[in-house]
């Protein structure tokens, strides 16, 4: 079927998915802190984000009725593995840092995809590429705060997760055009939640009932995020929707001072420009080599 351009709409459906993403966050910070009960940990709660994200996905493939193509499988666990590893970290992170820090160091996942695609896709680099690299990871270092103790710790967590779902973009960048996106999504989220599954067994406390609330929240919001997302980059190209994600960072802040009363210091809103500002380059530039491959 074929999807009409509407730029607007496209722009709001991922403003919308922004919404979404910085509401997981906010409900597994609420998780894994002691907001709906006992703690649970970052495993336990990235679980309950694929188990529920696949419930979400399996009813929408079995209402379509896509036509899949043949599974390409290690590129799947690849890309599973390692966004299990990157959404678990974020997640974790989310219980220590500011989720308006977690947000901004989570930005960092384009940039480190780029670098990682100069060995393992045999991509170049230039120097608007170097730029953007150099910024957003003097952004990150910023966030770090290396003499406050938790506040590193959490950031570090979140840098791993950047690393993580950098990482996983070379397995997305391998899957794109392929198989389709929900063929995709329905492979990705039944991998990712066996993964967690069997990691989870071993650190399993049964959730309040809020809790589970709040863990089929997480999975809900996600698969709803990865829905408008997929349909924005249908009806625009992915130079013009990308900026548009850079709201999750509004969201999360909002989110973060209305539920805890947490409000961004100057250390935070230096750090997130600068992070925003290298991988806004990197929007740009790679949008430019874009139109001028075409």
């Not at 509004?250 to 100057?266: H, K, N, R, S």
């Amino acid at each position: 079927m074929t999807v009409t351009p509407n730029p607007p709409l496209a722009a709001a459906l991922t403003v919308l998915a922004s919404s979404f993403v910085a509401g997981t966050t906010l409900l597994a910070k609420a998780l894994g802190t002691e907001a709906l009960g006992p703690p649970l940990h970052a495993f336990q709660i990235s679980q309950g984000r694929f188990i529920f994200a696949l419930i979400a996905i399996s009813t929408a493939a079995l209402i379509l009725r896509p036509r899949f193509k043949r599974t390409h499988l290690g590129l799947h666990l690849g890309r599973s593995t390692f966004g299990w590893g990157g959404v678990t970290l974020m997640f974790a992170a989310a219980a220590f840092i500011p989720l308006s820090d977690a947000t901004a160091i989570s930005f960092l996942n384009p940039v480190i995809g780029m670098l990682l695609a100069i060995p393992l896709l045999g991509e170049r680099i230039g120097r608007w590429r170097v730029m953007s690299a150099i910024i957003a990871f003097a952004g990150a270092m910023l966030l770090t705060r290396p003499s406050a103790g938790v506040i590193e710790f959490g950031a570090l967590l979140a840098l791993g997760s950047a690393a993580l779902l950098g990482a996983e973009l070379i397995f997305i960048k391998l899957l794109s055009g392929r198989e389709g996106p929900l063929q995709i999504l329905l492979v990705n989220n039944i991998i990712g939640c066996t993964i967690a599954s069997a990691v989870a067994y071993f650190l399993w406390i049964s959730p309040t009932p809020m809790q589970w609330v709040a863990l089929a929240g997480v999975g809900f919001l996600m698969a709803a995020a990865q829905s408008c997302f997929i349909n924005a980059i249908a009806r625009a190209d992915t130079g013009f929707v990308a900026p548009f994600f850079y709201t999750t960072l509004a969201f999360a802040t909002l989110y973060d001072g209305l539920i805890f009363g947490v409000i961004p210091d100057i250390i935070s809103i230096s750090g997130a420009l600068l992070i925003i500002a290298g991988a806004a380059i990197l929007v740009w530039r790679e949008t430019v080599n874009a139109q001028q491959v075409k």
